[in-house]
């Protein structure tokens, strides 16, 4: 079984579209994350959600709304794609790391827009 | 959260043991040490992490200077899929901040 999955892996999109890239894990954790590394390999944290609710908001684009429907997922949906939100996304669990916890990633989805 | 300081890259001989340094000169008494790799393009993947004592588990070791200004991850006999951009974090907040990292070559 997969700890953290991500659904699609790849997706391709033209400019202006809306798109969603969807997360779940299976390991009971109450934080889940979603990280953005682009073309120069920087792995930069974007949201992070502990308990459905929103605790870590990093200064991104209103363009991109996360999602928790319930503690084991975590969607992020993304309104009126630009040629610059092409990037690997990656989503995260952890329990809360203040208690010196791991991170398990996902393997990624890469979005290119065209 | 505290920054690190890691050398851009380095290399190993397969079989040999990698030791890849990390400078947290600002840590805070609470903040813990994080190491993650990141093999290719996969997603990161932990490693280990410690407090203030060395740790040793089945993938390395986390060798953590007193003053906790330093620390030292020890792949004891590094192999070729052992090559990947090593990150060391230090955080006690709810997110990790990943900096450039080190990328170990592991060559045979």
């Known amino acids: 079984d997969t700890a953290v999955s991500q659904t699609p892996k790849y997706l391709v999109t033209q400019m202006g579209n809306d798109k969603s890239i969807k997360c779940e894990q299976n390991?009971?954790?109450?934080?889940m994350y979603w990280y953005k590394q682009d073309s120069k390999k920087f792995l930069k944290i974007m949201f992070s959600?502990?308990?459905?609710?929103?605790?870590i908001n990093e200064t991104v684009p209103n363009r991109f709304s996360p999602k928790s429907p319930d503690k084991a997922h975590l969607n992020l949906h993304i309104n009126s794609l630009e040629l610059g939100d092409s990037a690997v996304y990656f989503c995260?669990?952890?329990?809360?790391?203040?208690?010196?916890?791991?991170?398990?990633f996902g393997q990624g989805t890469r979005l290119t827009v065209v | 959260d505290a920054k690190t300081t890691q050398p851009p890259s380095m290399d190993c001989a397969e079989g040999r043991a990698a030791n890849l340094p990390c400078n947290h000169s600002?840590?805070?008494?609470?903040?813990?040490v994080y190491w993650y790799r990141q093999i290719h393009s996969q997603g990161p993947q932990y490693i280990i992490h410690?407090?203030?004592n060395n740790e040793t588990n089945e993938m390395a070791s986390l060798i953590i200077t007193e003053d906790r200004k330093s620390s030292t991850l020890i792949l004891p006999h590094a192999t070729l899929r052992d090559t990947a951009v090593y990150y060391c974090?230090?955080?006690?907040?709810?997110?990790?901040?990943f900096g450039q990292g080190t990328t170990l070559q592991v060559k045979p």
């Open positions: 995260a669990s952890s329990q809360p790391l203040h208690r010196g916890t791991e991170a398990f």
């Open positions: 390991l009971g954790h109450d934080t």
């Open positions: 959600y502990n308990n459905k609710e929103l605790i």
């Open positions: 600002t840590i805070s008494g609470n903040e813990y």
């Open positions: 410690g407090l203030k």
């Open positions: 974090i230090v955080s006690n907040t709810g997110k990790l901040i």
